[in-house]
């Protein structure tokens, strides 16, 4: 991997920031007036004046979105219109139950849905095959807050095994980890064996049987190292999700992180700390795509070598 | 087995070779159809000798070659390595068998794991049979590189940093690494330009003559068929129709399918008058093949007794056959 592959990928990431930060601003300014809702409508035009002038929207709108990029160059996202406090403050308090949550939802789904995948394309068309894939396409068609709620009615309503909400324990987990992580264990069943398919039928497969070549080597070397590069792209998208999805999810087991926040935040109108939840999400999937430009760029020769010709 | 007798072996002889594919999902409603790629097919071929294997696309010619390496299962019929059948070998016996039969693919890149520079690649084999120490197989490589006349800076790179050309002559490196006595090579140039295909092809030739390789070449090329092959079979729709020395086949096919063939290859000569023998339209599907001579539907010369019985291949000379109720009014 050379210099200019990183330059040329970290420009790219800077700009699509800057257009999703932009475009952030731009929406929540035209989704109504925030002070309306914090100080009710009945209250007097100075007393709106105040706040106004307070949280900086009475400036001139270029003005403001100077300030705004400003802001997340200090790493200042502005106050809490609820309880006064810095909006990066608030979200990064709960950040860590979210990434709690995320982080194992996503192991969920990956030693779920890859060896699945894998496991289906080796034994293509047998009945094997046909419930893995028929079980993946169920876990991916089907909506988190439904597969929720149904889990609650089961495990907690019926079987009264574990806790419906908090974050209490291990057993508060799992619930939400199972909702959150099919889904995703769906998608990357089905994509993993369509890649590992198409590689299991490349002639240097039947090389390799024909040289000799041990079945498990023949899987492990050249089929799965292979199929792994169009599965390392869709994990590394799968990552820039990791705060964004699972807003609902959370919401149904009451789990107290960042996407709840966003729920109860954009109900009572708190810009900042919405604003701030956006910008964490928009950097998250930047950083998430650049990462699987890079690994791409390693597990790929023919990206790795194609962008070092570019070169000369 | 040894001395005199080893000598009337056939290097590689396939016997009533049957490969039946199943298709399509298994319903409640009706039987899965099933393709007959490959239906009854003989042959053999001697160590150092070049049979071609000629055919239109589907005729079961690739098949064939899968079979004969054993990298493909038989539903039913036997190939036999040296006398030896490779059905109901030992893995082990499978496994170093590998060293004596190997194959050369149509399309060079697919045939190249992308994430493997090439001398790794032919040097791979070498690993999985533990030939020699590290050093003599680096050695090996070298000298297989030299063999198939592959510039050394070109070693490391990656397969897709190489020409069509170049990626085919890595596969012969491949392939003949371990030293084997057979090469099945499956149009191992109709995915090269026409001025590599000449190449490649010499290079096959100047390789069999150096190391005593036999080849079953596989191939829709006639003309190709006619520069490398000393004897050629000619396969319609999973079965062989002629078999012959190439002389006797170019300048008297028996069969009208190869008739039809050789009529059509063409002749660098303007003002040369043939008669060209043109088929009417697709072969016949093998799911749902002819009754009788399976050529039937196209055969220019088909008469009743074609659509009932089936004709076997009967001798004309002592290396040549044919499967055709007429044949007598055209082999002479």
Redesign the interface.
């Known amino acids: 991997m050379n210099l200019r592959f990183v330059c040329i990928k970290l420009l790219r990431a800077m700009l699509t920031a800057l257009i999703v930060l932009t475009f952030v601003f731009v929406v929540l300014r035209l989704s109504g007036d925030p002070i309306e809702n914090l100080v009710g409508d009945e209250a007097p035009a100075d007393v709106v004046e105040y706040y106004r002038a307070k949280y900086g929207l009475d400036r001139p709108i270029f003005e403001q979105y100077v300030l705004y990029f400003q802001g997340i160059a200090h790493g200042d996202m502005g106050i809490s219109f609820r309880d006064q406090r810095d909006a990066l403050d608030v979200v990064i308090e709960r950040l860590p139950n979210t990434l709690r949550l995320g982080l194992v939802s996503f192991a969920f789904s990956l030693l779920m849905g890859i060896p699945l995948g894998i496991v289906a394309a080796l034994n293509r068309?047998t009945a094997l095959d046909r419930f893995t894939m028929g079980f993946a396409v169920f876990g991916y068609s089907i909506p988190n807050f439904f597969l929720g709620i149904v889990l609650i009615l089961a495990f907690t309503m019926w079987l009264r095994v574990l806790p419906s909400s908090g974050s209490g324990s291990v057993w508060h987990m799992i619930m939400p980890v199972v909702t959150l992580g099919t889904a995703g264990a769906g998608s990357l069943a089905r994509f993993a064996r369509s890649s590992m398919l198409e590689v299991l039928n490349?002639?240097?497969i039947?090389?390799?049987?024909?040289?000799?070549?041990?079945r498990l080597?023949r899987i492990g070397w050249?089929a799965l190292?292979?199929a792994a590069i169009p599965i390392v792209t869709i994990i590394g998208f799968r990552l820039g999700d990791l705060i964004a999805g699972s807003v609902v999810t959370e919401t149904v087991f009451a789990w107290p992180g960042v996407g709840r926040l966003l729920v109860t935040s954009v109900g009572s109108r708190d810009l900042a700390v919405v604003q701030a939840i956006l910008i964490l999400v928009a950097f998250t999937m930047v950083i998430a795509n650049l990462l699987v430009d890079f690994i791409y760029g390693w597990?790929?020769?023919?990206i790795r070598?194609?962008s070092a010709l570019e070169k000369d | 087995m040894s001395g005199a007798a080893a000598a009337a072996v056939p290097l590689l002889e396939v016997r009533d070779l049957v490969r039946h594919f199943r298709i399509g999902?298994r319903t409640p409603f009706g039987k899965r159809a099933t393709v007959r790629a490959v239906d009854g097919v003989s042959f053999q071929l001697d160590a150092g000798e070049t049979l071609g294997l000629v055919g239109e696309s589907g005729c079961g010619k690739s098949t064939t070659g899968?079979l004969a390496?054993g990298?493909d299962r038989p539903t039913s019929g036997d190939v036999r390595f040296e006398g030896r059948p490779l059905e109901g070998l030992s893995v082990e016996a499978?496994?170093?068998l590998?060293?004596d039969?190997?194959?050369v693919?149509?399309?060079p890149y697919?045939?190249?794991?992308?994430?493997i520079p090439v001398a790794e690649q032919i040097r791979?084999?070498l690993d999985?049979?533990g030939v020699g120490t590290a050093v003599e197989r680096k050695a090996r490589v070298d000298e297989m590189l030299e063999a198939v006349r592959l510039p050394r800076p070109l070693r490391e790179r990656?397969p897709?940093?190489l020409s069509g050309g170049q990626q085919q002559r890595v596969?012969i490196a491949?392939a003949l690494v371990?030293r084997p006595k057979l090469l099945v090579c499956d149009e191992p140039v109709s995915a090269l330009d026409v001025s590599v295909q000449a190449q490649v092809v010499n290079l096959l030739a100047s390789l069999q003559k150096r190391l005593a390789l036999a080849y079953l070449f596989i191939s829709h090329d006639l003309k190709i068929v006619r520069h490398i092959c000393q004897r050629v079979a000619v396969m319609y729709l999973g079965e062989v129709v002629e078999t012959a020395d190439r002389r006797d086949l170019f300048d008297g096919p028996i069969h009208p399918y190869s008739q039809s063939l050789i009529s059509a290859i063409p002749v660098p000569d303007p003002s040369a008058r043939r008669e060209r023998i043109l088929l009417k339209g697709d072969p016949p599907s093998p799911i749902d093949v002819p009754t009788g001579c399976r050529f039937h539907t196209r055969c220019p010369f088909a008469e009743a007794v074609c659509t009932e019985r089936k004709p076997a291949l009967r001798a004309f000379g002592p290396r040549r056959l044919a499967a055709c109720h007429f044949a007598e009014r055209w082999a002479s």
């Open positions: 068309n490349k002639s240097y039947l090389a390799a049987k024909a040289k000799g070549v041990p080597r050249h190292p292979n597990v790929d020769p023919r070598v194609s | 999902a899968r390496l990298i499978w496994r170093r590998r060293c039969m190997q194959m693919f149509q399309d697919g045939a190249l794991d992308p994430r791979e084999p999985i049979h990656y897709h940093e596969v491949r371990l």
